[in-house]
């Protein structure tokens, strides 16, 4: 008998850890698909916000889905419907206000961000029991993501890269010359609505990935490091969607081997992506501004102010 349960024992123990390798084995792949969707989302959107200089606005937008997220913790409803309503009066306040005379845009979103993250961490002292589950929605928890986050994230990849696509002129236009865009008829208040919308909902679909604050790093780092290895929009797109999805797949697979954040390996990987290329950029990395300086002189050969790059569009 004692050997009899000795071996039921050993057999029950092999199916409970056969069946839980196959369920990380399930959730690494999930999470290693999601991180391929919101590498591309992030890269394609992040080089309009990068050269429209949105880095300060996406941060708020990140600190303002908090609350959202709180909310719709707290009352049980869908956690990307909470986010993307209060991205999306967010969005609305910071256009209303960056119209009105007098009203700096930098102003308005500060606001934003301040009001929106202090919000967030009123409801979530208001609600006790909820602090260890929404902490998940700060940093992220890329490995616990499902398979309506997947949809989710596919249909939002889908969806900018079908905006980013269709709208390619107007948004190049009001970007370098939003008065002659104005002046040729488009609607520069309607295009940047549309843009500010879709970083709320990037922002919204990366939160099961590397969480609110952490999405700031995802979005404009591998296309602030695009930017410095070539003026080119279609070329400076490619890289940024290269280097979103190698940071995604890179820092998942650091977590795992070192048993960390996910989502801290996934922003820290993007960020040394850009350190690498502000020291390795050919155009405007340290060493090669170096060397130029170095044949050429300190002043010469560049354009007065500074030398600021110019973009070429296909």
């Known amino acids: 008998m004692p050997s009899l349960d000795l071996a039921l024992n050993q057999a029950l123990n092999q199916a409970l850890n056969q069946a839980l390798n196959q369920a990380l084995n399930q959730a690494f792949n999930r999470a290693l698909v999601e991180a391929v969707l919101i590498g591309a989302a992030t890269g394609l959107l992040g080089v309009q916000v990068v050269l429209r200089r949105l880095s300060f606005f996406t941060m708020a937008m990140t600190h303002a889905t908090f609350p959202g997220v709180v909310i719709a913790a707290?009352?049980?409803?869908?956690?990307?419907l909470g986010g993307a309503t209060a991205g999306v009066l967010a969005a609305l306040a910071v256009v209303a206000l960056s119209r009105r005379r007098g009203h700096d845009p930098s102003t308005a979103t500060a606001v934003a961000l301040a009001a929106g993250f202090a919000l967030g961490v009123?409801?979530?002292?208001?609600?006790?029991?909820?602090?260890?589950?929404?902490?998940?929605?700060?940093?992220?928890s890329i490995l616990t993501v499902t398979t309506e986050d997947l949809y989710v994230a596919v249909a939002v990849t889908v969806i900018v890269a079908a905006a980013l696509g269709a709208g390619h002129k107007a948004l190049t236009y009001t970007a370098f010359d939003r008065a002659g865009a104005r002046a040729a008829g488009y609607?520069?208040?309607?295009?940047?609505?549309?843009?500010?919308l879709l970083i709320s909902a990037v922002v919204v679909t990366a939160v099961p990935a590397v969480g609110t604050i952490l999405t700031l790093a995802l979005v404009v780092a591998p296309a602030g490091a695009a930017r410095l290895w070539t003026d080119r929009i279609a070329t400076m797109t490619a890289v940024a969607v290269s280097l979103a999805v190698a940071s995604t797949i890179g820092g998942l697979l650091l977590s795992r081997s070192w048993d960390v954040a996910a989502g801290a390996a996934i922003s820290l990987v993007a960020t040394g992506c850009f350190a690498a290329s502000m020291l390795a950029g050919p155009r405007r990395g340290l060493l090669a501004r170096w060397l130029r300086r170095r044949h050429r002189g300190p002043d010469e050969g560049f354009p007065p102010g500074g030398g600021r790059a110019r973009i070429l569009v296909p």
């Open 74 to 80: 707290v009352v049980g409803v869908d956690l990307y």
């Open 187 to 196: 609607r520069t208040t309607a295009i940047d609505l549309g843009l500010l």
């Open 122 to 140: 009123v409801l979530l002292s208001a609600q006790r029991g909820f602090t260890k589950d929404l902490t998940a929605y700060l940093v992220g």
